[in-house]
């Protein structure tokens, strides 16, 4: 169990540039979330896959971003036209099984700075 | 929706007094819940989980929760803590019927002063 592992681990850009961030989770989970967290705020729920299907997103989650995990495997999570309010921590999460109570491992986290 | 509250944003305490962390939800069906810990400069970690059965769960590195069903209560408890039990603690909530994901409450930073 290496753990779920995010990259990078910081990212800083200008304001309405596009990021990318990458997830890779423990091996042979099915399932991954993506979080977000402001400071002073507990993580929020962005959307999550069982394999490749993407099967719920947040309505925090507006169309600029996307979130795909093609393979069933390593998962991207992308912003386009990056505003300042997008400016928080993103956290990767798996987890294993068909069940809701199988807990979920979480990465060290992307944290994402717009100037 | 489900919500999730932790009473208390900051807690300061000394080595070897006892620890209890408030966490109510606001959710009418079947939940799992769930306490995380985040250790300075680390990622978040299982401290314990009740999905059914003894309301009265014990986790890793002495804590304890007890869920309170009348209440839509999961505190956490430790009678003894330690200067390595400073960390953020966040208390989660999954509603069965509402797919996977995790709720999570603002979380309250304990410091623990040796």
């Known amino acids: 169990d290496t753990g779920v592992s995010q990259n990078p681990r910081h990212k800083i850009t200008k304001r309405g540039q596009n990021v990318t961030f990458r997830c890779d989770p423990i091996?042979?989970?099915?399932?991954l979330y993506w979080y977000r967290q402001t400071l002073g705020q507990g993580p929020e729920f962005l959307t999550y896959f069982q394999n490749e299907a993407q099967l719920e997103k947040s309505r925090l989650l507006s169309d600029r971003f996307s979130a795909e995990r093609p393979k069933g495997s390593f998962s991207t999570l992308e912003i386009q036209r990056t505003e300042q309010g997008d400016s928080a921590m993103y956290l990767c999460a798996s987890s294993f099984g068909d069940s809701s109570n199988q807990p979920q491992h979480f990465g060290d986290g992307t944290r994402l700075s717009i100037l | 929706a489900q919500s999730v509250s932790q009473h208390n944003h900051h807690v300061i305490l000394s080595e070897a007094a006892s620890l209890e962390l408030g966490c109510n939800y606001s959710?009418?069906?079947?939940?799992?819940l769930f306490w995380y810990v985040q250790y300075p400069g680390q990622h978040l970690q299982l401290l314990l989980k009740y999905f059914s059965g003894d309301p009265l769960v014990k986790g890793i590195k002495g804590f304890e929760a007890e869920f309170i069903k009348s209440k839509f209560s999961f505190n956490l408890r430790k009678p003894s803590v330690q200067w390595s039990d400073t960390a953020e603690y966040f208390c989660?909530?999954?509603?069965?019927?509402?797919?996977?994901?995790?709720?999570f409450g603002g979380g309250t930073r304990v410091l623990v002063k040796p």
């Open positions: 959710y009418g069906g079947t939940v799992n």
């Open positions: 989660a909530v999954n509603a069965r019927a509402a797919g996977n994901k995790l709720t």
């Open positions: 091996s042979e989970h099915n399932r």
